[in-house]
């Protein structure tokens, strides 16, 4: 198979790779791009792990193609933070405890942060159905919840 050309930006710097027309986005990030945070839970879109943003929409990693990311604005889990300066998600998940092996985090994060950039005062309800994509095989959803409602109130400034 023939390696295609793609340009993309990723958590806002730019990236230029070949990947074959089969390999997935998730496999690009990871393989070609060093971005390891996005993880292969399922390979099948169930479970949410590798949830980026593509566009401002978000997407399970591992049905994306790679060559479908030429021109396209990706999002993932290490563009979360800024510098050393962890995102109020990230902070309120670790004083909450919303998290215990780490492999769902990075996905739920990123869903997370998805719902707050359109929806900042979500109530339990809609966080709940916004996170149902992503499975946490380790906590209970209770604490997740917490620490998106205290980021949020935290983000809104409440």
Not at 81 to 94: C, S, T, V
């Amino acid at each position: 198979m023939k390696s295609v050309p793609v340009s993309t930006t990723v958590n806002g710097d730019p990236h230029e790779f070949l990947c074959d027309p089969d390999e997935t986005l998730l496999d690009v990030l990871r393989n070609r791009l060093g971005l390891t945070g996005s993880k292969e839970g399922c390979g099948t879109g169930d479970c949410g792990a590798c949830s980026v943003t593509l566009n401002g929409r978000l997407v399970c990693s591992c049905l994306v193609l790679g060559v479908e990311a030429e021109g396209a604005e990706i999002a993932t889990i290490e563009g979360m933070a800024e510098g050393d300066a962890l995102h109020p998600l990230q902070r309120h998940f670790i004083d909450h405890a919303a998290l215990q092996c780490g492999i769902c985090t990075p996905g739920i994060l990123v869903a997370a942060g998805s719902l707050l950039e359109r929806n900042p005062d979500p109530s339990d309800e809609e966080v709940r159905y916004w996170l149902a994509g992503n499975l946490c095989r380790c906590t209970g959803y209770d604490k997740i919840i917490r620490a998106v409602q205290a980021a949020a109130a935290e983000m809104r400034g409440a």
